[in-house]
């Protein structure tokens, strides 16, 4: 079992930044991580690092082999978000609910203190519910306004409108409503985590070892709090078991990526990570498992022709030609908007670029993506990827002049000696690889995203990033009143 007080998820995948996140409770973590990945590290240093966790007891051996490679899970993440169908809807989805929500609040506001949030929320309440609102806020908050938001028309009605129609299918997107009805209650989330540990798994062997290793899949396989991270990886293990077969996690990379790959432009909810996860594993129980050395092409034009859905080759294509339309509609924006968005579309274009280059790489010779070993051992030739971190509680403290040629700093305050205390920066280099993202933009359209999302959206509300968007309504003088139901 893990102690409670460990720091588990070093990630934390963000739909929102386009880039990879690590967050650090503790500054000797960070310390330990910066250690074990710098461009300069000794290996041996690294070999030292996890013998001595090894010999220190199972909590803390898994916290260092965790931090050490917390890299290489991002990584996949970031990876299997610019080239999944999936990753791709989703982004375009938060690109134009940005734009829109971006417009729309600024009708709500109209020379007005007070914003009511989430909007849709808002919206539904009865006029007597309105009456009680506009009395206790009046009262609690000393504001003599009412808070009842404008009728809108036209124009702003509409982008109102799709605002939240997007959050609809937002939240349809992330909580499948048909995954209820399978046989395994889990999300596309937990399919995607199961690429990044996989991941994981094969970077904690290549950099440490085979005891290393098992120490790390015990953890993880028997811990019921890391159940979120191995679900499908225990009903695929279940499967390896019954078939009298020793787990291989090649394979089973094989399987967790198709299952990622389903075409939203044609199959709708028949593209999600989950309704094909529990086809192919209701077909791989029928028909056994592949042999170690299979071809990921070959199973895929199998398991495609099968479970008759779309080629991903097909799939890929027309993500491309969506995410190019939606690129063309940005792009006859009127200038004034086309200004007012830079950072978004700079990074909507850059996102369409990389999934371009992850696609056909992909498409040349698809082992080299799928089976982890061979995806990280040709990081250079995948799409680089801004890394920000989060230090939980702003617990890095340091001289500006100490932090400033590793870091751009996002959030910090400033400490009576001077020093800062940190709580977000964009690290100054991107992880190996393709350069096709600038960080900087990437941060700026995750801000401006969190503030639509923390405006419209009705799920999530304790995302941590929310007090991004308050410090940002409060800067421009507003008070966001914020319902919880
Ligand atoms: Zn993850």
């Known amino acids: 079992m893990i102690p409670v007080a460990f720091q588990r998820d070093f990630g934390g995948f963000d739909s929102k930044f386009l880039g990879i996140t690590i967050r650090f409770e503790d500054p000797s973590l960070w310390e330990l991580y910066v250690k074990c990945n710098s461009i300069g590290r000794n290996p041996l240093d690294v070999v030292k690092v996890g013998n001595e966790a090894l010999r220190s007891g199972t909590a803390r051996a898994f916290q260092v082999f965790s931090v050490v490679t917390t890299l290489a899970h991002e990584a996949r993440h970031f990876h299997d978000s610019l080239l999944s169908p999936y990753g791709n809807h989703l982004f375009r989805i938060r690109t134009n609910a940005a734009i829109n929500g971006l417009q729309s609040i600024g009708s709500y506001i109209n020379g007005r203190k007070i914003l009511p949030v989430p ?7 009865t006029p007597d519910e309105l009456a009680w609102l506009n009395g206790y806020w ?13 009728r809108l028309s036209g124009d702003q009605l509409r982008l109102s409108k799709q605002t939240e129609a997007a959050y609809n299918m937002i939240k349809n997107l992330v909580r499948n409503p048909e995954t209820d009805r ?32 098992n120490l790390f899949m015990e953890v ?15 009903i695929l293990s279940s499967l390896f078991d019954k078939q009298k077969r020793p787990m291989d996690t090649a394979i089973m990379s094989i399987i967790i990526h198709w299952c990622i790959m389903g075409d939203y432009t044609i199959e709708k909810y028949g593209a999600c990570p989950t309704v094909r996860f529990a086809r192919l594993v209701d077909y791989l129980s ?57 950072d978004l579309i700079d990074t909507f274009r850059s996102r369409v670029s990389a999934a371009k280059t992850m696609k056909d790489l992909f498409l040349a010779i698809p082992d080299s993506y799928v089976r982890p070993y ?27 002049e ?7 700093i996002q959030t910090a305050i400033k400490l009576e000696d001077g020093k800062l205390a940190v709580s977000r920066a964009i690290m100054n280099g991107q992880t190996e690889g393709v350069k096709v993202i600038d960080s900087e933009k ?11 999302d923390f405006c419209f959206s009705d799920f999530c509300r304790d995302e941590p990033d929310f007090d991004i968007a308050r410090r940002t309504l409060r800067k421009e003088g507003l008070f966001a009143f914020e319902l919880l139901n």
């Open 374 to 400: 061979q995806h990280q051992e040709n990081l250079s030739n995948w799409v680089a990827a801004p890394i920000r971190v989060d230090f939980i509680g702003s617990k890095l403290v340091s001289s500006e």
């Open 138 to 150: 009046r009262k609690v908050f000393k504001i003599d306004e009412d808070s009842t938001p404008p």
């Open 182 to 213: 399978l046989p395994y209650r889990f999300q596309p989330a937990h399919v995607f985590e199961a690429s990044g540990i996989l991941a994981q798994i094969q970077n904690v062997y290549t950099v440490f070892g085979v005891d290393h290793t």
């Open 286 to 342: 029928k028909v056994g498992l592949p042999s170690p050395d299979a071809r990921a092409s070959d199973l895929y034009r199998l398991w495609t022709r099968d479970l008759k859905v779309v080629p991903i080759e097909q799939a890929l294509e027309n993500t491309l030609k969506v995410n190019e339309r939606s690129l063309d509609t940005l792009d006859g924006f009127p200038s004034y908007h086309r200004e007012t968005f830079a």
């Open 119 to 125: 909007v849709t929320r808002w919206k539904q309440k």
């Open 220 to 234: 993880l396989f028997k811990s019921q709090d890391a159940s979120r991270y191995t679900l499908p990886l225990r």
């Open 402 to 408: 100490s932090l400033l040629p590793v870091f751009s």
């Open 442 to 452: 990437a941060a700026s359209a995750n801000d401006l995203i969190t503030l639509v």
